[in-house]
Every structure is written in C-alpha cells, then in structure tokens.
C-alpha cells in the first residue's frame, strides 16, 4: 500500500471525524463557552484553606449584581426602583431579589440577639465599663432616661438601661451605610438619595447564554426606571456585567481578526499564484486545523475560554505557512517533479518548522495559568491539523502545472538581487552598530510591568460604576483579607479579636475605615465571659451603678432584684452556630469558612477602605498572631507574574540553545544564519518596547518564545533551497510573514491587554524578522 | 397661540391635582400656623415608661431655626443640651461635647433630624411623606394624629398626637411597648430677640 493511495483516504476519514464531532459540538450547543476573565490567572494555590477562603470570597461576590437607583429626591428614586424591581421580577428563573424582609428585619434580629444582649458591647463600652466611675453610668443613664426623642425602641427601657446593647446594634448597623427606609434598602451619598437593589442570579454567570439573557432583562428594567422616573441615576455593578462586556468584545475581535486574515490571505495567496485554486487549498487548511483544534480541545478540557477562541483567530497567520511553503515549492520546482517526490524532498524542512513552532507555543504551557494551557493546546492542535492535511492531501490535490503563475517568484529574485547581505564590509559594520545603539538605548528605558491590575480590560463605564457603587456602599475589598486559623471555632474567634485591636489603631490613624468578622457578631466565649462579670462588677453589683439609679428614679429594692434578674437571663453564650443559623447573619456568613480540616476552622477578616498606601501596615498588622495570615490577591498574583516574566525570559534563553541544537543536528556551521535573523529581532523588539515605554510583561516574554518558534521557520526556507532558488525561499517567506504579521496585528488591536501585548510583539517580531533573514544569506 | 394650547392644560391639570395629594386639613393647618424663622421657648415633658411607678419630669428650652435645626436644652432635673443640625446630632453637656453623631456615620440622621424639625414647625407637608395624617381644626386651633407609613416603624410607635393654634403647643407620642412622653410647649417668642446669648453661642 503505498502512501499517495492511503494518506490521502486515511487524511479524509479523520477529517470526517473531527468535522461530525465539530457539528455535533457547535449545532447540539453541547459546548460551554467560559467567559471568567480569571481563568487566565493561576489555579493553583497550595494552601487548601487559602484557597477555600477564596473561593468562598468569590462565590460571595461572583452571582451577586447590586444596582443603586438614584435621584434628587427620594420618592422619585422609589418610582424608579419599583419599575426597576418589578421588570426583573418577572424573571425569577434568571435572578432572584436579595432585598431582606424589611418588616421581618426588626423581629429576626430581636429574635436572635435579645437573649444575649449583656454580653453584645462594643469594645468603647467595655473600656469605659473598666474605667468609669459608677457616677457616670448613673448619669448616662439618667440622660438618655429624659432625652426627648430617643426614636423607636423595640425593647423595653429596663432591658437595656446602660444603653450597651442599643450601642453594639449600632455599631453593628454602621458597619454598612444602607439602611431601611419604606421597606426599602436606602443609600445616600449627602446629595442623591439611592434605592440599593441586590439581586442573586440564578444561572451561571460566565455561560455566553446566561449572560446574554440576563442583561436583556437589565436593559428592560433599565428602560422600565427610566419611564417611571426621567431623571433617575442608574448604576449597575456585578461580575456578570464584565463577563458579557468580555464576552462581546471577544465575539467582535474574534470576527475581525479571522475575517480580516482570511481576507488578506486570500489576497496574498492571489498576488502570488494569480489562481482560485490556491486559495481555496490554504482555506481548507486553515479550516480543517481550527476544526480540529475546535474538536480535540473541547474534548480535552470540556469547556473552551472565550479568549483562547480570540487567541486562536491569530493562528491563521500560522496554519497557512506550511500550506504556502508546499505552494511556492512547487511553483519553484518546475512541472517534471512529481508532487509526492517534491514533498519526499521538503518533508524535513515541514516537520522542522513544524516542530519549532510547537516548541515556540510549549513556552504557554510551561506557565500556572490554565487560559494559557489552552490556548497552547488549542495552536498546537490546530498546527498539527493544518500540517498534516498539506502532507496528506495537497501531493494529490496540487498537480505540478497547477500554479504555473511564475510573476511573484521573479519579482522577489528581482527584490532578492538588491538585498543587502551581511558580510565584512563598511555598510554592514555601520548597520550592526546602529542596531546595537538603538538596543542599548532600548533596553536603559525597559522596565518590568507586572501589576495584576493593568490586564483589567472592562470598559471604563463599568469601573466607574463599579467604583461609584464600592465607594457609596462602602464594600470590603475583594482582594486583600486575613485568614485566620485554629483548631476549634474559640480559637480561631479569640485571634481575630487579637487581630482586631490592631485593626482598630490603623482605624484611628485612618488607614482603614472599617473590617467585617465574624466576631464582631460572635465575640469568643471567652470575651463573653469577661463581659459579663465586668457588667456585674461595675453595674449590676450592690456597690455598681444599678442599685444607685434605681433609687433615683424612686423604685424600690424589691424591682432592683426583678431587674438584676431580667437582666442575668440575657447573658447566654451566643454560639458561631446559633448567629449562622438565624436570617440576619445572610450577609456575614461569608465571612466563617468554618471546618475545613481535621481540627482546623477558618474565618476570614475582609477590610473596608483600604488604599494601596496601608497594605504595608496592613500586612504587618496580621504579622505575629498565631494563625493569623495576610492575603493580597493582587500582590500576590502580581508576584506570580513576575516570577513567570523571569522564569519565561530563562526558558526562552535556553530555547534558543535547544533550537540551535536541532539545527545543527541539520545546518552544522550554517545554523546560526538561521537562528541569528530571530535573535536580532526579538531584541528589536524588546528595544522598541522600551522606547515606546511599553512596561515589560510576561505576555511580552511569551509571544516572544512563539516568535521564535515561527522566526526560525523563515529561517529554515532559506536555508532549504539552493541559493539559486532564493526567490522561492524569500517567496514562501514573505507571504507567511505577511499573513502572520496581519493576524497578529490584528491582535495586536485587541482591548484585552495580555493578547494586545502579544500580538503587537509578534507583528513586530516577525515583521522584523523577515527583513533580516535575507540578510544572513550565503553570498552565491 | 395655537402652538402653546397643549402645554397650558397639562400645567392646569398638575396645579389641579398638587392639593389634593398634599391633603386638604393640613393646607388649613399651613395656612394657621405662623412658620417663623426663629422660634424659641419653654417645654414641659412628662415621660411615663412601662414598668416605672414615677413620671419622669423635666423642663427647660428650645429653639428651632428655619435651614438651621434644633437646639434642645434641658434644666430641670440637671442639664444638658442637644442639637441637631442637618449633618450631625450633637449631645453637650454645659459645653462639653458628649457624643456626636454624623450623617456620615450614619445614613438616618439627616432624616431623623428633618422629622423632629417637621414635628416641632408644624410641617405637614414634609410629615405626611412618613405618616398618615388625621386631622381636624376648630377655628383657630387643630389637632393631628399621625401613624408611621413605614411597617418597620409602625411596629415600635403607636401614635403621635399633636394641637396647636398658631405654633405647636403639644406633641404627644405614644409607643407600643407602653412608653409614652408629652411635651407641651409655652412662652413661645418669635423673630431674632427669641434666642438669648447662650443659645446662640451653642448654635
């Protein structure tokens, strides 16, 4: 059985495979489309609880969308809000309203706080229960006995008389400024009054389809406010909202970078062979090594990143280079060679472009970041595919008199002619220490870039509302926490309280305006204990300020006794359980990750206004306390990426060493001609990005390793052909490069900076690369 | 002409229809009161807690200033002194600042304070936003009895009854948990005489 027989029949029943599959994925919408933009960042994390507490932070803000309806005055933002709700409120199978039961609001927290109120105070009290004479207790009391207007009570004035209870619900009310006002959730930031309306969604957030239903019924609601309210402030924050800001974004540059390089490939392909049929070769190429891409990798990780599918449009401008390369060859050949004799003769040039272009994409994998995974896999796949499918089909398809069109070829002999050639001359000289002076200058501006921060790519409105809303609403950081850790619920309780008192002196020096912990509800029982004997001790004792105001107030010893009583049945221990049982903990409950080993509770401490100036603090303040861990997201993954820049610019060093050992398994004293055009570009590169004051990023880095892998394809058809055969090599070249350049220009304009970093360095890259590859010839 | 018939009926309609949302016993309560900008004066409040034998009796004297707020400053049985302005609630004692409370810190206080404002100016119109109003007036002297629209509120207080003629005289306020305080107001004086030199070093 020879090879022409099978191969092509073996090449079409593949094919056919990955084709079924592809429909079944794309018609049956069996395939997921994930749209988190966090995927890209690293998975990883070996701490099992540090992990925990993250995703719990996630999971906390991730299905949650709150919308703040403002106006000038409150009954107009009411107007609006109630359109607002009752338009998402018909679609209770997209999203549910997280308003708690206003009514219900008063009763659940009497319900669960009101059998504990002597051992809930807040830590002002508890210094002043230490400090202060019995005469100030009586007095306090006495003032607040005669105040005019004390507002609405729920409890009884005997069942708080020191105010201590009264003053911990108020603390605890202020640790958000959103109140209940008309049964509604109120805001207000001293001009506008807002409507805050939190709502869960109920599908998951980053499904292209959920997203897409979800923000048409926002867009209605928004719509429905509007009506009832001309003048009505809208602002709306959720993750959801990035996501499907992501997601279209993604879908347009996707469409603009697959059609704008097919476009130019065809009109490449044209230019060069001045026939239909290439074309639709190089299509069918490129097609089938995306259908196969599209098939295994779905098969391998079940659901496919929005951003690998944008990366992946850049891979056009790869997936045809062998095409092309097989084309200008046979253009070059004459019509008496055969085409499977030509392929037999350029088979080890192929399968080394091939193989280099693999090593280049491997550099993604090599990295913690599960996008990048993907988006390796997804090219290398789909490199393979468009490889195998010219050295399957195009010796059968391609008769040797199909592209007889010999124009371009003699026009890039013509060009070839009047290319200069690097030799020990004046002009050669001139032009390496030119180069040298423009890398050196280069490289003095170059500085790393590796802030988290500067690959958030959402369109600006969103974060203004985002910011607006954080600021108005006073939201924790999502970022930066404590994990605080020990082996049972009381220790871990007692050092966040340990925690908690260093906070407090970061409060007064106004690095931080507030913390959210779960014992700021729960004391530990030890603090509870204490409490209680100090109330005793200075109020309820013979000698404390109880006896005395009674007297005042002209009651008798018997009701001091009724009293002290009523007031010791109050002291129970309030348990972590008990809080996370009732309705008013739903906000907090967050905040406790409870048991998440054999002896091991967690908890997390989140911070309301912190600036990027008290991280420091903040990260010393967590320093010292037994289980106590200071968690930056953003330093930390910040970091990550940092590590990654270092370690990825090691790997691309040693890549070039591996490279060149291949070569010379092949090339001997000449492989460097081949490596040297790659070289001199990717320092160009990285000069220009530091003149441009272009911080360098791991992307960077990364592109960098790829445009090796496919600089050093050019390289190789250089080398291939006999010198008289220069033009087939500059041809084959000059159309692969020109493809490439504009795929990954086009990527280049991508508002997602990690893919913007690596399109504009590979269409620089490369473009340089293919001036300077005629360069490094042999002189004939 | 023709051109501006539409936009004169629908301007007649909305003046149609404003007094009958504002409520028709209290625009004849507006029209009695005397809405001073300054006005300051004696109280006398009886407080009388459930579960207390005794009322709690105090006195002394207030002010309520138009775009300014409300000073409170109770002699009798001991001093001290509140005063609410628009951003803050402030409690003294002589000069001494006790406690401050800023509509920063705490969203409700700009509301509360426009609530006792209204309560103590007679405002109406900025009262019937949070309470149903029933009113009634006899010559020159009404009454009012005002239940909170808000279901939360509505819990904790019963009523607030209010008179008066020309000024407020009385507020009584009535809470379910069997609380009740009654102030009554006198030697009522008007304009910038009003308030003596320690209330408006306070201010």
């Known amino acids: ?27 049956g919408q069996r395939l997921a489309i994930d749209t988190d933009i966090l995927a890209l960042l690293p998975a990883e994390q070996r701490d099992d609880g540090l992990r925990r507490a993250f995703a719990r932070m996630v999971e906390a803000t991730q299905q949650r969308v709150i919308v703040l309806i403002g106006a000038d005055d409150w009954p107009a933002a009411v107007r609006a809000a109630d359109a607002y709700r009752d338009v998402v409120a018909g679609h209770a199978d ?81 640790e958000t400024p959103v109140r209940v006002r008309q049964g509604r959730l109120f805001a207000s930031d001293g001009g506008r009054e807002y409507v805050v309306l939190p709502f869960v969604l109920q599908v998951p957030v980053f499904s292209v389809a959920g997203e897409q239903a979800v923000l048409a019924v926002f867009e209605r609601a928004r719509e429905a406010a509007r009506d009832a309210s001309s003048q009505a402030q809208i602002i709306e924050a959720g993750v959801v909202l990035h996501a499907d800001a992501a997601s279209r974004r ?14 130019g490939i065809a009109v490449l392909t044209w230019a060069a062979f001045r026939s239909v049929k290439p074309i639709v070769l190089i299509t069918v190429t490129i097609f089938i090594g995306f259908l196969g891409a599209f098939s295994v990798s779905a098969l391998l990780f079940n659901e496919l990143h929005i951003i690998t599918l944008v990366f992946g449009a850049s891979l056009i401008g790869v997936a045809e280079d062998y095409g092309i390369y097989f084309l200008c060859q046979r253009v070059g050949a004459g019509d008496r060679l055969s085409s499977w004799r030509l392929l037999y003769g350029i088979l080890p040039a192929l399968a080394l472009t091939l193989g280099t272009s693999i090593i280049g994409y491997l550099g993604l994998v090599f990295t913690p970041f599960p996008g990048l995974h993907q988006m390796a896999v997804f090219s290398i796949i789909g490199l393979i595919f468009a490889w195998l499918t010219v050295v ?73 509302d985002q910011r607006t809303i954080s600021a108005l609403l006073d939201l924790p950081a999502p970022g930066q926490f404590y994990l605080v850790r020990g082996d049972s ?136 306390i037994p289980g106590v861990r200071w968690v930056d997201r953003v330093g930390e993954i910040s ?19 591996a490279i060149f050992g291949i070569l010379y398994w092949r090339y001997r004293q000449n492989s460097w001609r081949i490596l040297a055009p790659t ?19 791991l992307f960077h880095v990364l592109a960098l390793m790829l445009l090796l892998g496919i600089g050093v394809d050019y390289g190789i058809f250089f080398r291939e052909t006999s010198s008289e055969g220069d033009g087939v090599a500059w041809l084959s070249a000059g159309l692969s490069a020109l493809s490439t350049v504009l795929s990954f220009g086009l990527l280049g304009f991508s508002r997602t900076p990690p893919l913007q970093a690596f399109g504009l360095t590979m269409a620089i890259g490369i473009g340089a690369v293919t001036l300077l590859v005629p360069c490094f010839r042999k002189r004939a | ?90 409690q003294m004692q002589g000069d001494r600042v006790t406690s401050r409370l800023s509509a920063k810190e705490e969203p409700t206080v700009r509301l509360m304070n426009s609530v006792l404002f209204s309560m103590l100016a007679g405002d109406f119109s900025q009262l019937e936003k949070l309470f149903t109003v029933d009113s009634s007036v006899y010559n020159d002297h009404w009454r009012a009895t005002l239940k909170a629209r808000e279901p939360a509120l509505a819990k904790a207080l019963d009523t607030i009854a209010m008179d008066g003629g020309v000024f407020v005289s009385s507020i009584a306020i009535h809470e379910l948990n069997g609380d009740q305080t009654r102030i009554v107001f006198s030697e009522i004086q008007t304009g910038d005489r009003a308030m003596n030199d320690d209330e408006a070093a306070l201010f």
């Open chain 1, 250 to 263: 993604a879908k347009l540059e996707i469409s603009i970078i697959g059609i704008g390089s097919m476009i």
């Open chain 2, 1 to 90: 002409m023709r051109l501006c018939g539409p936009g004169v009926s629908l301007l007649l309609l909305l003046n149609l229809m404003a007094p009958v949302a504002a409520g028709a016993q209290t625009e004849k309560i507006h029209a009695l009161l005397a809405k001073p900008k300054i006005l300051c004066g004696r109280f006398d409040q009886t407080k009388q807690l459930a579960g207390l034998k005794k009322p709690l009796l105090s006195s002394g004297r207030f002010c309520v200033v138009a775009d300014k707020g409300i000073l409170w400053r109770n002699l009798r049985p001991f001093a001290s002194t509140v005063r609410l302005t628009r951003d803050e609630i402030v």
């Open chain 1, 489 to 624: 619920a009381e220790t871990a309780l007692q050092r966040e309280e340990t925690l908690k008192q260093r906070l407090d002196r970061l409060i007064d020096e106004r690095r931080l305006s507030g913390y959210h912990a779960i014992s700021n509800w729960v004391p530990s029982a030890r603090l509870q204990t204490a409490r209680r004997q100090l109330i005793d001790q200075a109020l309820l004792h013979e000698d404390g300020a109880l006896p005395t105001l009674v007297q005042r107030l002209g009651e008798d010893q018997g009701w001091i006794g009724a009293m002290r009583a009523r007031l010791r049945e109050s002291s129970a221990v309030l348990t972590v359980d008990d809080f996370l049982k009732a309705n008013v903990s739903e906000p907090w409950r967050y905040l406790w990750l409870g048991r998440v080993a054999d002896n091991q509770y967690a908890a997390i401490v989140a911070l309301r206004g912190v600036s990027r100036d008290s991280l420091p603090a903040l990260e010393r303040a967590g320093a010292g």
């Open chain 1, 392 to 464: 399957c089909w195009f010796p059968s398809m391609v008769r040797p008199d199909m592209v007889a069109n010999q124009d371009a070829l003699r026009c890039c002999d013509r060009w070839l002619r009047r290319w200069p050639i690097l030799s020990h001359d004046r002009w050669s000289y001139l032009l390496m220490a030119s180069f040298g002076i423009f890398a050196l200058a280069g490289c003095l501006f170059l500085k790393p870039e590796d802030d988290v921060r500067n690959l958030q790519n959402s369109p600006q409105h969103l974060l203004d």
């Open chain 1, 679 to 697: 070289a001199m570009a990717t320092i160009a590169t990285v000069a220009f990005l530091g003149i441009a004051g272009h911080g360098i990023q």
């Open chain 1, 639 to 657: 970091a990550v990426l940092a590590a990654y820049r270092r370690y990825m610019t090691w790997v691309l060093v040693l890549s070039y060493v």
């Open chain 1, 94 to 174: 997209l999203m549910r309203s997280a308003s708690p039961d206003a009514e219900k609001a008063a009763s659940d927290w009497i319900d669960t706080f009101f059998r504990h109120r002597l051992v809930l105070m807040t830590a002002e009290d508890e210094t002043n229960l230490r400090h202060q004479s019995r005469q100030f207790w009586v007095d306090l009391a006495l003032t607040q006995l005669y105040a005019p207007f004390t507002g609405p009570k729920w409890t009884a004035w005997q069942d708080d008389p020191f105010g201590l209870f009264a003053n911990w619900t108020q603390a605890r009310a202020r």
């Open chain 1, 1 to 27: 059985l020879s090879p022409a027989k099978f191969l092509p029949w073996f090449w079409a029943f593949v094919v056919a495979c990955v084709a079924g599959h592809g429909a079944y994925l794309w018609w």
